[in-house]
């Protein structure tokens, strides 16, 4: 076992408690045939909490690729040790955790988060520490704004969002469109902001533009007003769990138009929840995990064989993260958190499963979206966007 998992005791409970793991002494040590010359990689995510299923993912991926790693040899001879705090999808203790992370357990480099809000807050603990932060799915630009130790390794907002209204105005036609954002969550806001500014620019109108807490559970009384409004078709840039909920209430109201959506749609728990209300809707995402490409394919075969369950795109981007990270810190000049820094900096080309992963200027990696049609409860690839400057084909919904 090269890995010590605490999603029992999450950062805040641990340092609430002053239960901190220094005072164990290295319970990975006696747990697994480390040698004490493990390299430390720190993981933060959603482990529980409303965001879980993006936590779990992304690290059964992180844990795929470690194990892959460890059994061809390591980085130049030495294991790779993950260890995993859960933040419980909450921006407060995603700080807490990565404090403990770099403080307490001495991680030299750092994985995480999902959720935009999250992993601004451990990416400015990162900065501060001089601690490299990789962020598998992160889209919110402020997350790799924070300074030159914070990356990603997926597109951002600004594109995902274009990309999501030059489908809603050249793929379904739409002119007409209602918003509906969660304020409490900066991917959904940022989101939001990204979409109308591409949605109005090709000349649609935003009908109408509503907004709801992280903690609210019934929406009618904006989904009314949004019925009222008449739009061709609602963007909902939330969670699965907000957007799984709306799509029902949505739908018991008889909204009958479809909702858009993007990558944070992507969960089994969004069909489990929402069923069929979420039929003929969209999403944009950064892979279709049924790609018959050879790299995407090796990489479900693996995974489920050690889960017994198909990945998503969480999946695919925490397994491209580590890969990522883990290139750098062999090709680093050294493993001080600078060197490492510094090759990450300069990955161009990396064959990820989520395409060709170069670290641009600002950190970040350009890709494709795909666009995801939900049809009889199923994610299927519906379209490719590279460029949502450009005009699309008319394609029937
Ligand atoms: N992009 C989302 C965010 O920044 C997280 C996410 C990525 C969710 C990929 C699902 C799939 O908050």
């Not at 090269?2 to 002494?25: E, N, Q, Y």
């Not at 274009?162 to 959904?188: E, K, M, P, W």
Request: with cysteine.
């Amino acid at each position: 076992m090269m890995r010590l998992k605490m999603w029992h005791a999450p950062a805040a409970v641990l340092i609430a408690t002053g239960i901190v793991l220094s005072g164990c002494k290295s319970p990975s040590n006696s747990a697994s045939q480390s040698t004490g010359n493990d390299i430390i990689v720190g993981e933060y995510g959603s482990l529980t909490g409303p965001q879980a299923t993006f936590g779990k993912s992304t690290d059964n991926a992180i844990q795929l690729a470690v194990e892959q790693l460890n059994s061809a040899g390591g980085i130049n001879g030495r294991k790779v040790k993950v260890v995993t705090q859960d933040d419980m999808s909450q921006a407060n203790n995603a700080a807490l955790a990565v404090q403990n992370l770099i403080d307490q357990q001495h991680a030299i480099a750092v994985l995480g988060e999902v959720a935009s809000s999250c992993s601004e807050a451990g990416g400015r603990v990162c900065q501060e520490k001089g601690i490299p932060m990789i962020s598998p799915s992160s889209t919110n630009p402020a997350v790799t704004q924070i300074g030159d130790d914070i990356f990603r390794v997926c597109f951002i907002d600004p594109f995902q969002a274009a990309v999501v209204a030059r489908f809603a105005h050249d793929g379904l036609g739409a002119t007409r469109v209602a918003v509906f954002t969660n304020t409490d969550q900066d991917y959904s806001t940022g989101f939001t902001k990204n979409f109308i500014a591409a949605f109005t620019a090709m000349g649609g109108t935003i009908v109408i533009q509503k907004s709801y807490g992280g903690s609210d559970t019934d929406f009618r009384g904006s989904l009314t007003a949004i019925a009222q409004a008449k739009p061709q078709a609602i963007l909902i840039p939330g969670y699965y769990q907000d957007v799984a909920s709306i799509a029902k209430q949505a739908r018991a109201l008889g909204i009958t138009c479809p909702l858009l959506g993007g990558d944070g749609w992507d969960s089994p728990d969004l069909i489990k929840i929402g069923g069929a209300a979420l039929n003929n809707c969209y999403f944009s995402d950064h892979l279709a995990i049924d790609d018959p490409t050879p790299a995407v394919a090796k990489f479900v075969a693996a995974y489920k064989a050690k889960y017994g369950q198909t990945p998503d795109s969480l999946a695919a981007l925490g397994y491209d993260s580590a890969n990522l990270l883990f290139a750098a810190m062999k090709a680093a000049k050294s493993l001080t958190p600078s060197d490492i820094r510094d090759a990450i900096a300069a990955t161009k080309n990396f064959p990820g499963i989520t395409g060709n992963i170069t670290i641009n200027a600002q950190r970040n990696a350009d890709k494709p979206a795909v666009i995801i049609k939900i049809v009889n409860g199923q994610f299927t690839k519906y379209m490719s966007i590279a460029n949502p400057d450009v005009p699309l084909q008319p394609k029937a919904s």
